[in-house]
């Protein structure tokens, strides 16, 4: 996000995420990973903090939808994930939560 502040009366701003076309929850599952990274690299929480504590929800006729970070890890990051939480890349399912 860039913010550009006039006179600190007026604000210019900017937000870059990545979006997935006709996919509700991109949006959400983009602000939700950054925020996550910036967790975990300025704040030095764990990886399995950030993935467990970055997990939101929505009720969609009557059925709680989850939203989580665990698409937009690199395999990399699942691998560390899995080694740190003791989970394996199946339990990292949305579902599971």
Known sequence: MICITFFRTWHLLWIFNWATKHKKDS?????????????YTRYDKSLSYVVDNHIWSYDRDGEKVYISIVPNMT??????YSDESKHTEKDTEIGGW
């Open 27 to 39: 949006i959400t599952g983009s602000m939700a990973t950054w925020e996550a990274i910036l967790d």
């Open 75 to 80: 395999r990399e990051g699942l691998n560390k």
